[in-house]
Structure formats: structure tokens, C-alpha cells
């Protein structure tokens, strides 16, 4: 039986009270008005990239050409900028509030596929899966929270949902149907259910069957596991479209669904043999063996393959047609977020691929742990280019706002984490697999 440690809970409540202190300060260095947002663009700035100072000379040129016009343009872009740097505390939240989420949404979805499967190697790393899937409760909660906020207008982190905007776009009004707050709250209120009641029954389920003195429970997870990944492939792919790809309504990918699922899914697997690594280091997991070890790096290495392929392809296609609306997308972020963009695309295929290549590497605890780290590095800055550009635009940096957000919920995340550890044996009894995940080895 694993035992929370005090110094971890101390550790997690740290975290929790320094990212706490940074998000406040962030929310109140935020601009009130719009002198405020001028002077903090100023020290700052003429910000990340070309757009910025290509709309300064264009507004140069149209105030000598233009006059009264040229001063209602930067009247206007004062605004825009404005409204930026009031999402940019939000968006930090936003940001890593999904993220941590979305890790233990990959390890769901990891999880019901080794159950669906009848995997025979991985039963030893169930209750490591069901610990971490513990987070989609509070961290869940947190998500739908700031969505409930955005339609009551406490951001604008979703400019569909600005009455206002939606008024003189005549995209948004032919999307009114789909893109509305209610409709919006009532998909993320199902979706967050269905996971949840997968997860917390699954759960339940296991923890019966070691109590069992036959394999009624095991097989009735199985048959739930099969059903659930039916609704998970549909609800993860409204999701990414309603929760990310909305912040930016006028663009759209048909791959979108499928390289957010591949973000999560590699940063979920690298969750749980970084926590494997550490609880067998603690001597809490002594069944689970290098070939465990092994076969999880082999995941992390593989789904950074198809990440990239995902991206590339999401990439290369919009790039090469050319069509306006499409490219938008990625002329934003490679003129005002070069450095995220293109080092994202490094820490997620680049590091994996050359650290983990190598068979006798994948063994070595802490060449995982430290190829882990920067998988989960280069996956934030990967949901940071998926949403600052649609909200800050070219007002980002990495200040207080995103360091205290990543603090808060890293803080949350390992404190609910190892609190669900604590609360069961570590290893299943009565699974059917588990001599044979005891014995893995190849």
C-alpha cells in the first residue's frame, strides 16, 4: 500500500500557494483601461514579430494619407490590443488548466484501450492509470468553470461568443447553430460526464475485483471499456473542436481531432512511466521491470511519430493550397510565435526520436524520465501555440501568469493524484493477466 508521503504534500501545496500568488498578480497587472494596455505594449515592446510592426508603418502611412480615418484605425487596434492583454492572464490559465487535464484524458483513453484489449502486459500498471485519471474530477471542474465564465463574459477568450462580434460576421451567424453557449455548456457537460462515469465505474470495478472470486467484474470492464472508446473517439474530437479550435472560429481542420488526441496520448503515457519510474524507485512497484519500463517508452517514442506526422500533414496541406483562410493560421504563429512554433515541433519529435531510438536507452530510468520532461514541455508549448495567438496574438511572453498557472495545477495534479494512489494496493489481485504482466520480459 502506497503512502503519501508528507514531504509530497507539502511539496504540492507549494506549488499550489506559489502558482495561486502568480496568478493573482497576473490578474492585477492586467490593464483596466487602455492607456494602461499603451504603456505595458510599450515596455514591452513593438512585440514578437513582423505583423506588429508592419500594422505601426501601415498605420503611419494611413494617418498621413487619411487623417480622421487613420486615428479611428488606431483607436481601434488601441482597443484591440487592449482586450488582448486583458485575455492574457486568462489564456495562461486557460492553457494550463487543459493541459494538465488533458494528460489524465490520455491516460483514459490508454487505459480503456488496455482493458478493451486484454492486454497481458499492463495490468501491473493499473492502479498507476487509475491514480492519474483521478485528476478528470477536479480537473474537469476547473475547465468547465472557465467555459462557464467565457459565456458570462468574463473573458473573451471565445470571440464567437461576443453578441456584438457575432453581429457583423456573417461566418459566425452561419455557424450560430452549432457555435452557441448553451448548445456549447451542454456538450462539455456531457462529455465531462461520460469520462467521468467511465472512469469512477472502471475504477470501481477493478477495486471489486480483487475482491472477487470470480471474473464477472473483469469481464463486465471489458465490455465498458469497448463501449467507451466508441464515445471517447467522438466526444475527444468535439472536444478539441469546441474547447481549442473554436478560440479561432473562422479557421478549421478536418485533422484537428486527431492531433489533439495524439498530444494528450503521448503526454498521458509519459506521465505514467515517469510516476512508474518513481514509485518503483520508492520500492512500491517491485514486479514492474525494465520490459514495463521499456514497453512504455516504446509509446512515448512511437505516438511522437505520429504527432508529428499529424502535424506535418495538418501543416504541409494548409500550407501548400494556399487558401486564405486556411494559411491565416500559420502565418500568425510563424510571424509572432517563431520560437514556440518551430521549438515545439523540435522538443516534441526532434528530442524523442534521437534520445529514444536507441532499444538499450528505453531501459535506462533516467534517460526516460529526462526525455519525459521535455515531451511534456514541448506538449504545453504546443496547447500555448494552439490558443495564445487566437487571444493574446503578438502580446505573449512567458511572465508570471503562465509560470504561476503551470505551478498551480502542476501542485493539484500531484497532490490528487498520489492522494488516489494512496487510497489502494498498488498492485490488482485477482486480475486475470497479472502473473503474466509479472512475468514480462522480451
Same mark, same amino acid.
Given at each position: ?11 504540492? #501545496? ?71 492583454? !486583458? ?12 493541459? #494538465? ?40 471542474? +476547473? ?42 455548456? +451542454?456538450?462539455?457537460?456531457? #462529455?465531462?460526464?461520460?469520462?467521468? #462515469? ?153 528530442? $524523442? ?71 489502494? $494496493?498498488?498492485?490488482?489481485? !485477482? ?12
Amino acid at each position: 500500500m502506497y503512502t503519501f508521503s508528507n514531504k509530497l504534500k507539502i511539496g504540492s #501545496f507549494v506549488l499550489m500557494a506559489l502558482g495561486i500568488l502568480g496568478i493573482a498578480i497576473g490578474f492585477i497587472s492586467a490593464p483596466s483601461t487602455v492607456e494602461e494596455a499603451k504603456a505595458i505594449v510599450a515596455s514591452h515592446g513593438d512585440g514578437h514579430g513582423d505583423a506588429h510592426g508592419a500594422a505601426d508603418a501601415h498605420a503611419a502611412v494611413a494617418a498621413d494619407a487619411h487623417g480622421e480615418a487613420a486615428e479611428a484605425h488606431d483607436a481601434s487596434h488601441d482597443e484591440h490590443v487592449f482586450h488582448q492583454l !486583458r485575455n492574457k492572464p486568462w489564456a495562461a490559465l486557460y492553457v494550463a488548466a487543459f493541459f #494538465f487535464f488533458m494528460i489524465a484524458l490520455g491516460v483514459l483513453a490508454f487505459y480503456a484501450i488496455q482493458r478493451a484489449a486484454q492486454a497481458g502486459w499492463s495490468p501491473l500498471l493499473f492502479r498507476v492509470m487509475e491514480g492519474i485519471t483521478a485528476y478528470l474530477v477536479p480537473g474537469g471542474i +476547473i475547465v468547465f468553470v472557465i467555459l462557464v465564465l467565457s459565456v458570462l463574459h468574463m473573458n473573451h477568450l471565445f470571440v464567437w461568443m461576443d453578441p456584438e462580434v457575432v453581429a457583423h460576421d456573417h461566418l459566425l451567424q452561419g455557424k450560430s447553430g452549432y457555435l452557441n453557449p448553451t448548445f456549447f455548456l +451542454i456538450r462539455a457537460a456531457i #462529455f465531462l460526464g461520460g469520462w467521468i #462515469f467511465y472512469r469512477e465505474y472502471s475504477r470501481k470495478l477493478s477495486l471489486r475485483q480483487d475482491e472477487s472470486d470470480d471474473n464477472s467484474n473483469f469481464k463486465l470492464n471489458f465490455r465498458w471499456s469497448a463501449a467507451f472508446l466508441v464515445f471517447y473517439l467522438v466526444s475527444e474530437s468535439i472536444m478539441s473542436w469546441d474547447w481549442i479550435m473554436s478560440v479561432d472560429p473562422h479557421w478549421f481542420s478536418t485533422l484537428f481531432g486527431w492531433y489533439v488526441f495524439a498530444s494528450m496520448f503521448v503526454s498521458g503515457i509519459t506521465v505514467i512511466a515517469m510516476i512508474t519510474i518513481y514509485l518503483k524507485s520508492k520500492g512500491y512497484l517491485p514486479d514492474v521491470n525494465d520490459s514495463h519500463i521499456h514497453d512504455l517508452a516504446k509509446f512515448m517514442f512511437g505516438i511522437s511519430i505520429f504527432w508529428t506526422y499529424l502535424w506535418f500533414s495538418q501543416f504541409m496541406l494548409i500550407w501548400y493550397s494556399n487558401i486564405p483562410e486556411e494559411v491565416t493560421y500559420y502565418v500568425t504563429r510563424i510571424a509572432d510565435y517563431r520560437l514556440p512554433f518551430f521549438g515545439m515541433v523540435a522538443m516534441n519529435f526532434l528530442f $524523442p526520436v534521437l534520445l529514444l531510438m536507441n532499444s538499450d536507452y528505453k531501459r535506462l530510468n533516467w534517460f526516460v524520465v529526462l526525455t519525459g520532461i521535455v515531451i511534456l514541455a514541448g506538449h504545453y508549448m504546443d496547447i500555448f501555440n494552439m490558443i495564445m495567438p487566437s487571444t493574446v496574438g503578438d502580446q505573449w511572453f512567458i511572465g508570471i501568469p503562465e509560470i504561476g498557472s503551470i505551478l498551480f495545477f502542476a501542485g493539484a495534479f500531484i497532490f490528487w493524484v498520489f492522494r488516489a494512489l494512496s487510497s489502494a $494496493p498498488l498492485q490488482p489481485k !485477482r486480475n486475470p493477466f497479472i502473473e503474466e504482466s509479472r512475468h514480462f520480459h522480451y
